[in-house]
């Protein structure tokens, strides 16, 4: 039976693979305390700034017991249970470079599915060759379908603006999604008659893109996209 492994939920610190933002970013608290000799009044002091303190605000880190806290491996110190991953670079600057918590790269979950990468070293493996937090993550993809003999899948039950958002991405560079979804008339009516509209924001997207592989990418696509 074939599985998948959401991306999404996976980060990494320190060359390990997290199942959660809070377990990776807990090891990397924990780390940075030991490294720099840090008390636990320092530390609370350190990442005080995260998050706001008005109104009985939960901080990322605190030596009280909360209600939306929990233990960590520090003796005394606690952790904001929900951490928006998009905190991750105030909290990064303050751990630093070489103790910065990332979301998982493509090249790092390929190794991971490949199970060559180094995870929970001391966690029992399980049946399907991965430590026991993560296998958790593992999923069927009953509700999913394969696109023609590649290795990725698709929600079944996409429907309306959601296939407009994918097409946007790859604008029928792959025409396998969209005959595969249900009735698309309306879907391509609207992008017919809103053509020029679609791809003048695709442009201000593209103008705006800073990473070169990316914008490339993208021009390729722009270019593909005009032709049409």
């Known amino acids: 039976m074939c599985k998948y492994l959401p991306f999404d939920h996976l980060y990494v610190f320190s060359g390990k693979v997290f199942c959660s933002i809070n377990s990776a970013l807990a090891a990397a608290i924990e780390e940075y305390k030991e490294r720099f000799h840090k008390t636990n009044e320092e530390l609370v002091s350190d990442f005080s700034g995260i998050f706001s303190a008005k109104g009985g605000g939960v901080p990322l880190v605190s030596d009280n017991k909360q209600k939306d806290n929990v233990k960590t491996g520090i003796p005394g110190i606690f952790m904001r249970k929900n951490v928006p991953a998009d905190r991750l670079p105030s909290i990064n600057a303050i751990l630093g470079e070489d103790l910065s918590v990332e979301p998982i790269d493509n090249e790092t979950y390929c190794d991971l599915l490949h199970h060559n990468v180094q995870i929970y070293i001391n966690e029992p493996i399980t049946e399907n060759g991965l430590p026991q937090e993560i296998d958790e993550l593992v999923e069927d993809v009953m509700?999913?379908?394969?696109?023609g003999e590649t290795s990725f899948f698709f929600r079944k039950d996409i429907v309306g603006d959601k296939i407009l958002k994918i097409n946007q991405i790859k604008l029928f560079s792959n025409h396998d999604i969209i005959e595969k979804c249900n009735d698309t008339s309306l879907l391509l009516d609207f992008y017919n008659s809103r053509r020029n509209l679609i791809l003048s924001v695709?442009?201000?997207?593209?103008?705006a893109e800073t990473i070169d592989e990316v914008y490339e990418e993208k021009l390729a696509i722009y270019r593909k996209l005009l032709k049409q």
């Not at 509700?143 to 696109?147: P, R, T």
């Open 143 to 147: 509700n999913y379908e394969q696109v």
């Open 202 to 207: 695709y442009k201000i997207q593209l103008e």
